[in-house]
């Protein structure tokens, strides 16, 4: 499945997998509800390319080039990112704002002109930076742990 403008909104109940969302004049994929986002493509939306509002779940996605906000944005709480990564974007995820009680797993960013990682106040994740001596240095023993590089 791929959709292009006007169609980026998914509400509570979604299931939205193996999908491709590219050139969106909005989010790529906003998911305004409880649902989830699995194994899909994100790429050159004018918003976020994937964002989840509340109680959703991301696994196993591929966010690129968002030029201006996030590759990844987990918006009000209570949210999930699992095994994503987000590249070329202006944020690899954000979970700042009114975002709070959100939970990051084994996710990677790279080249994101802002951070990588922007976790905000009570959310939960732990990064560890590759190039600040992660790979020769000692890597946490954590099988949770997010890359960032």
């Not at 999908?19 to 989010?27: D, E, F, I, T």
């Not at 906000?69 to 994503?84: D, H, S, Y």
């Not at 976790?119 to 240095?137: A, C, D, I, P, R």
Request: with cysteine.
């Amino acid at each position: 499945m791929c959709w292009k403008a006007g169609s980026d909104n998914f509400y509570g109940g979604s299931a939205i997998m193996t999908s491709v969302a590219a050139g969106n004049g909005n989010n790529g994929v906003d998911l305004r509800g409880p649902g989830q986002v699995i194994s899909c493509l994100s790429m050159s939306n004018v918003d976020h390319g994937i964002r989840l509002n509340t109680n959703a779940t991301a696994i196993a996605n591929l966010s690129v080039i968002q030029p201006t906000k996030g590759a990844f944005r987990l918006g009000e709480g209570g949210n999930r990112a699992e095994r994503n990564h987000g590249f070329g974007s202006g944020w690899g995820f954000d979970l700042t704002g009114a975002s709070a009680d959100n939970i990051m797993l084994q996710n990677s960013a790279l080249g994101n002109t802002t951070l990588d990682y922007d976790l905000g106040g009570g959310n939960h994740g732990h990064v560890t930076n590759l190039l600040l001596g992660g790979v020769s240095g000692t890597l946490p023993n954590a099988p949770w742990v997010n890359f960032d590089f």
